[in-house]
Each structure stands twice: as C-alpha cells, then as structure tokens.
DNA sequence: GGACCTATGTTTAGAAG
DNA sequence: GCTTCTAAACATAGGTC
C-alpha cells in the first residue's frame, strides 16, 4: 500500500480526493447496479456537512425499502439541544485541530508556498531557535548521563577497593561465596549496562513520533562510553 | 473499457462479480470516510432481494441526518446513538489535538524534559531538515522577487529611454500634459514601490502567527534594493 | 470547484479449487 | 458463496492549467 488510510492532513489536498473518489465511489455503484441489475444507494455527508448522493434508481426509494427490511422502529428523544451544543464544540475542535495541523507542518518546512517573505523569515527564526533548544537540551541530557556514570564508575572502584582490603585481610577460605559473587557483579556493572537509563520510553504524546510523513522510522542511537 | 457496463447474462459469472465488486465498493467507502473524515453509508440490494449495507457509523444515522438534510418533514429524531457519536467524536477530537499541541511544541524546542537521547536524536534531525526547507523556500522567494523586479526596472528604463526619444522628435509644447505625467509617475516608481509584492498577507491558517508563546510578535522585516 | 496528465498502485475478469 | 492466481484494466495522488 502505496498511501496509509488515515485522515489527510493537508486540507486542500483532503478535498481533491475527496472529490475524485466520490466520483470513483458513485461511478462503482453505478456500474454495479446495471452488470449485477441490484438497487444501489449511496450517501456521502463531507466534513463540511453536504451532502452528496448517488442512486441507481432514487436514493429515497432505497431508503423506503431499507427501513422495511430492517423493520422501522423509532424511540428515543434525547434532547435535541444537547446533540446541537456537542455538534458546536465539535466544529470548534475541528477547526483548533487544522489550524494545528498547518502549523505543523509549517514548522516541518512543508507546504510553505503560501507564506511570504516576512512570514519565511519569522518561521526560519522560529526553527533556528528551536533547533538550538534541541540541541541544547540532547547536550544536556548526554552531560547528566556521563556524570551519573561517572559517579556510578567512581563508587565502584571504591567498592571494589574495599573488598580488595577485605581480600587481603583474610587472604583465603575467611570469605564466603556471597561476597565473591558480589564482586563479579559489580565488575560486570562497570562496563556493560552503561545506556540503560536513556532506553525508558516516556511517551507524553499518544503517539510520540515526530516523523515528516509519519513513517521514516529511522532509528538514530547515540553510544555513550565511560571517559 | 475492456467489460462493457451492462448486464451480466450468465448467473454464476453474476453472482461473482457482485460479490466481488461489493466488497470493493464497502473498502472504498470505508477509505473515503477515514481519509475525508467523511460519513458515508452505502445500501445495496442484489438481485435476489437480500439486503447489503455499509456504513461508516451507522447507517440509519446516515438515513437519519439523509432525512433532515432533504426536508425537515418526516420526523426530527436526534436517536441517542447519534449523540453518543457526537461525544465520541469530540473526544477523539480533543486527543488528537492534544496530541498535534505536544508534537508543535517539541517542534518549537520546548518541553523536551521527557523525551529520551533517541527521541531528542531523531527531534534534532527532524528540525534541522525542516530549517533547510525554509530557508530554501525563502531564498526561492526571494529570487524570485528580485528577477521580478528586474525586470520591473528593464522596462521601466526601455519606456523612459522611449519617452526621452519622443521629447527630443517634440522638443516644446507638442506633447501635452498627459504624457508629462506618465514620465513623472514611471520615475517614481522605479525607486520608491519595491517591496509593495511582499506586503500581501496570505492567511492559510485561520491565525497564522507561529511565535513559541503565542505573544512575540517581533517584525523581521527585509528589504530588497534593486542590482 | 473542474479537466487534463502520467506514474504508480489497486481492482477485477476469468479461471480453477 | 468463498479463496487464490494472473494479466489487464482501472483508479488515483500529485502535478498543471
């Protein structure tokens, strides 16, 4: 699969294809209809709430014959000032999450067309300054790892001196197996798990990938060495 | 057009190709309906009378919202099932733009406390492309005003060297105070007018204002001479 | 919005199980 | 009715006008 089925972002490209396959839609129902002779009906409300339908006889005769099938029983009354106020929250949503989206992908550097040269300039900033931030913060964060493995190094070879001392003040068979497992651990301690903090995943975000076209899963791993 | 779009005479050739067929129809509505954030409902009668329905939600809602949308008549009912979607909407709605609001902000370099030396790693690259692509478009922009204005000053000289032609073939009093004017204005605008392209303000977000706080509103501006 | 284009990727007729 | 296979037909993303 060339394209991944999930809502399209870019607005002007969501209507073009929303177009073109209705299009494709109402023309696969038509053809349908007449190679297998069976009653169609097709109904399409867009985002914008229009309405598009297709019928190979009368989209409300469709209908008719639908709600005998199933066999017609209403209820309900829930409100309807309630169901008015939800659709109002939901436009307002909608419309924070394109804005969103735009500027997203604006600070992605794609879909810049439509800026000009004042708005270029402002966003250029923009992204320089954040990318200091991130470098900045990756510094940082690399800083504090060195140092806890530093300290952790540190209290080892103290730890492996005292058991030395140890060692020398009861030469042999004084020690039990238990303090010479200790030591093989911490030996081992010292040289290998040395990433181990920074492989916890925080995952603030439902969905933590930051990726230009939510699929360059390019795994960048950083090794640190004790200094 | 292989198949002619007519009916199928042979029955068991029929009855595949509905199937078939069908089954493509429902995937390509159901692929409209999550790439357009469309409601679709697809109702389809085969030849034997049997009943095949699709829908992205429910297909009496789709009916229902159908019903209101053609006249108000037959009866209004809001089915608690349609609220109930509404609400799910709405958080699904709230989730994603939390989730597009923590993505910007990693962006915008800010709250990166959180993210792992991979993330930050994958983050840096990510920005750093980004600003590779703004500053291209920018520098694309800004060729483009300048070959713009180039040209602006060609014929600007070639209608001046015109104009000085005509004054020497009418040294005095033939040509009159029209085309006095067109002279005075053609030198104005040569030197004074240059940036008045880059001052047109394209709003493809409802606020296209991408400051990191919502408040910096510092103007960057640029000016272009002309070579 | 629509009409056209071209390079993909997707669907499907036809056959067989 | 379903699946699987193939080549061929078709739809459509991403352009342009």
Redesign the pocket.
């Known amino acids: 699969?060339?394209?991944k089925i999930k809502k399209i972002d870019y607005l002007p490209?969501r209507?073009?294809?929303f177009?073109?396959?209705r299009?494709?839609?109402f023309?696969?129902a038509g053809e349908l209809s007449i190679?297998c002779e069976s009653e169609v009906a097709v109904i399409i409300f867009?985002q914008t709430g229009?309405l598009f339908d297709f019928s190979s006889s009368s989209t409300k005769d469709v209908i008719a014959r639908y709600n005998s099938h199933i066999g017609g029983e209403k209820s309900d009354q829930p409100t309807i000032h309630q169901l008015q106020l939800e659709k109002e929250n939901n436009i307002r949503l909608r419309k924070e999450l394109e804005d969103k989206s735009c500027k997203l992908r604006q600070m992605k550097g794609v879909d810049l067309e439509d800026l000009d040269l004042d708005e270029l300039q402002k966003l250029e900033k923009l992204v320089e300054a954040s990318l200091g931030r991130v470098i900045q913060t990756k510094e940082e964060k690399i800083m504090s790892e060195v140092m806890a493995l530093e300290k952790k190094g540190a209290e080892l070879i103290e730890a492996n001196n005292q058991l030395s001392h140890r060692m020398v003040m009861y030469p042999r068979g004084d020690i039990g197996p238990e303090a010479i497992l200790e030591l093989e651990n911490l030996n081992n301690i010292g040289e290998e798990s040395v990433t181990s903090e920074s492989t916890t995943n925080v995952t603030t975000c439902s969905n933590s990938s930051l990726s230009l076209e939510d699929d360059c899963s390019d795994i960048l791993s950083l090794k640190l060495g004790l200094p």
């Open positions: 699969m060339k394209i490209a209507q073009v294809t177009s073109k396959r299009r494709g839609i023309k696969k190679l867009s229009k």
